[in-house]
């Protein structure tokens, strides 16, 4: 009697990339660690009246998942999501934006926590040991976003664009019933503007020599309903002139815009490519997926056929 083949069925659950295998392992040795040595907390976590002179933590912090839930959930996200991105991205970029977003997430918590206690004057915002991958987590919505945008999810029936504004606005929710808000809800937050910001004004193209994706479609204010854009629209700009003058300079001198005046070769184009190979990639996966399942299919019938 032979035993039945489960390799098809599993083809959702295959497919990860070496690399994202490799940070899985070190978000679950991470999780081990503070969880046999709890005191692995103070060295490696997010505290913000610690961080000079253990100045590291803002590096390690976003690699600590402290709750079993936060590891189960950061590990399936990065194994599923990354093997959409990463082999668009390559690994040498995927890689740079994973540790780009967790930096500056990380410095952005430890500015925003030094001000509220000067604000408050509450030792709680200097003490409270922060880490997780969810900055992360959300960062790769946004790379979604801006690859496949609209991109029909099949189960949520939404538009892949929509998937950060309403991981944001969900967990907005979520904080007024729980009382751990605190401690997850700003790393969504600047997790999912920084990763906006790297996309939108740093990421480097190979293939065209420039940088980041000014396109209208990945703008800002295409995070919110279409009906306060023209409310976001003139305070983003504001911040655009003030963090991003020198990024346009260069794209200008490259072949992006001049005046507001698009070249040719500029990146609506590269845009526009950049969603088709994200589409592709994403067709392929899945028919790879349902290949792998129909013959899983066919060798339980067979199987099932011998048996009898």
């Given at each position: 009697?032979?035993?039945?083949?489960?390799?098809?069925?599993?083809?959702?659950?295959?497919?990860?990339?070496?690399?994202?295998?490799?940070?899985?392992?070190?978000?679950?040795?991470g999780?081990?660690?503070?969880?046999l040595?709890?005191?692995?907390?103070t060295?490696?976590?997010?505290?913000?009246?610690?961080t000079?002179?253990?100045?590291?933590?803002?590096?390690?912090?976003?690699?600590?998942?402290?709750?079993?839930?936060?590891?189960?959930?950061?590990?399936?996200?990065?194994?599923?999501?990354?093997?959409?991105?990463?082999?668009?991205?390559?690994?040498?970029?995927?890689?740079?934006?994973?540790?780009?977003?967790?930096?500056?997430?990380?410095?952005?918590?430890?500015?925003t926590?030094?001000?509220?206690?000067?604000?408050?004057?509450?030792?709680?915002?200097?003490?409270?040991?922060?880490?997780?991958?969810?900055?992360?987590?959300?960062?790769?919505?946004?790379?979604i976003?801006?690859?496949?945008?609209?991109?029909?999810?099949?189960?949520?029936k939404?538009?892949?664009?929509w998937?950060?504004?309403?991981?944001?606005?969900?967990?907005?929710?979520?904080?007024?019933?729980?009382?751990?808000?605190?401690t997850?809800?700003?790393?969504l937050?600047?997790?999912?503007?920084?990763?906006?910001?790297?996309?939108r004004?740093?990421?480097?193209?190979?293939e065209?020599?420039?940088?980041?994706?000014?396109?209208?479609?990945?703008?800002?204010?295409?995070?919110?309903p279409?009906f306060?854009?023209?409310?976001?629209?003139?305070?983003?700009?504001?911040?655009?002139?003030m963090?991003?003058?020198?990024?346009?300079?260069?794209?200008?001198?490259?072949?992006?815009?001049?005046?507001g005046?698009?070249?040719?070769?500029?990146?609506?184009?590269?845009a526009?490519?950049?969603?088709?190979?994200?589409?592709?990639?994403?067709?392929?996966r899945?028919?790879?997926?349902?290949?792998?399942?129909?013959?899983?299919t066919?060798?339980?019938?067979?199987?099932a056929?011998?048996?009898?």
């Open positions: 009697m032979s035993t039945p083949s489960l390799s098809g069925g599993m083809g959702a659950f295959s497919g990860f990339t070496r690399l994202c295998k490799g940070l899985a392992v070190v978000l679950i040795g999780h081990i660690v503070v969880q040595l709890p005191v692995a907390v060295y490696l976590a997010l505290i913000p009246a610690r000079i002179p253990f100045v590291w933590n803002l590096i390690t912090s976003g690699y600590i998942e402290q709750s079993i839930h936060g590891v189960v959930v950061s590990t399936l996200g990065l194994l599923f999501i990354g093997k959409l991105l990463e082999p668009v991205w390559g690994s040498r970029e995927f890689l740079k934006f994973i540790f780009v977003v967790n930096f500056l997430t990380s410095i952005c918590i430890f500015i926590a030094i001000a509220l206690y000067y604000i408050t004057r509450k030792e709680t915002y200097l003490y409270m040991p922060l880490s997780g991958f969810h900055g992360v987590l959300s960062g790769f919505l946004v790379g976003k801006q690859m496949i945008p609209d991109q029909e999810l099949p189960l949520l939404i538009k892949a664009k998937l950060p504004s309403l991981s944001l606005l969900l967990s907005i929710a979520i904080s007024f019933w729980t009382a751990e808000s605190a997850y809800l700003p790393i937050i600047f997790g999912t503007y920084m990763s906006w910001i790297y996309l004004y740093w990421q480097r193209k190979p065209t020599k420039l940088k980041g994706d000014p396109s209208e479609d990945f703008a800002f204010s295409t995070f919110f279409e306060l854009r023209p409310v976001i629209d003139p305070v983003a700009s504001i911040f655009h002139r963090l991003c003058g020198r990024y346009e300079a260069s794209n200008e001198s490259q072949g992006y815009t001049v005046g005046t698009t070249l040719p070769g500029s990146d609506p184009i590269e526009s490519r950049r969603r088709e190979r994200g589409a592709r990639a994403l067709e392929e899945l028919a790879a997926e349902r290949l792998g399942a129909a013959k899983g066919e060798e339980l019938g067979r199987d056929t011998e048996n009898v």
